[in-house]
């Protein structure tokens, strides 16, 4: 049963487009989203993130959206960079599980030149 | 970047055998965790340190075992491999929970044959 779920495993964009990587919740407990960029042969490296109180965070190029009625969280990459190809992960955490993170099987993200 | 290595990198071992691999860092961060990362399964929790000697389980814990003597050394122990827990291993470290801000390690690929 996963609580959190990336269902596209991989998704190609053009550089200097938007990118737009989705994430879906079951659990009305989480209250804290994060966002990871993980490049081959290395560990995730920690992107953004959003607590449950919030619908948007922006740092830069990425920003991501909350919807909590949905259960839906997206980043946003603008424009995209060759850089930013990567697999990106969403994980959640609640208060009440001692924010143990649960993470979602990740989304490839290639951009195109 | 946050000071943390993992060794060994690269394993092959037999079914039945011991197995301990380490993290150590040089941040002096409280927290320390165990990932295994599998295709399909995102990260999923084995176990992790709230201080010296505190330890508890995570999600896939069974046929691991963990140790923290010191705040900068997290052993995991695998003490008969088998082929299901073939997988890449990643260290992480926090200084706090409630973030879910996590600082890897650049992973351990461990192959049981």
């Known amino acids: 049963d996963q609580q959190v779920k990336q269902n596209s495993p991989s998704l190609s964009v053009q550089e200097g487009r938007i990118s737009i990587l989705n994430c879906d919740y079951t659990n009305s407990m989480f209250d804290y989203f994060l966002w990871y960029k993980k490049y081959p042969a290395e560990g995730p490296t920690f992107l953004i993130s959003?607590?449950?109180i919030k619908d948007k965070n922006e740092d830069g190029r990425f920003t991501v959206f909350l919807n909590k009625s949905a259960k839906h969280l997206s980043l946003h990459i603008v424009p995209s960079q060759p850089g930013d190809s990567a697999v990106y992960f969403c994980?959640?955490?609640?208060?009440?599980?001692?924010?143990?993170?649960?993470w979602g099987a990740g989304t490839k993200l290639i951009i195109k030149p | 970047d946050a000071g943390i290595t993992q060794s060994p990198r690269h394993k092959v071992t037999e079914t039945g055998t011991p197995v301990t691999l380490r993290c150590h860092q040089t941040?002096?961060?409280?927290?320390m965790y165990w990932y295994r990362q599998d295709p399909g399964h995102g990260l999923r929790l084995i176990h992790y340190?709230?201080?010296?000697?505190?330890?508890d389980k995570g999600e896939v814990s069974d046929g691991y075992s963990v140790s923290r003597s010191k705040t900068e050394d997290f052993l995991l122990t695998l003490e008969s491999a088998t082929s299901s827990q073939t997988s890449v291993y990643f260290c992480a470290i926090s200084r706090d929970r409630g973030t879910g801000e996590l600082f890897f390690g650049e992973g351990s690929r461990l192959t049981v044959l």
């Open positions: 340190s709230y201080g010296v000697k505190d330890t």
């Open positions: 959003i607590s449950s």
């Open positions: 941040e002096n961060h409280r927290y």
């Open positions: 994980a959640a955490s609640a208060r009440g599980s001692n924010y143990q993170l649960i």
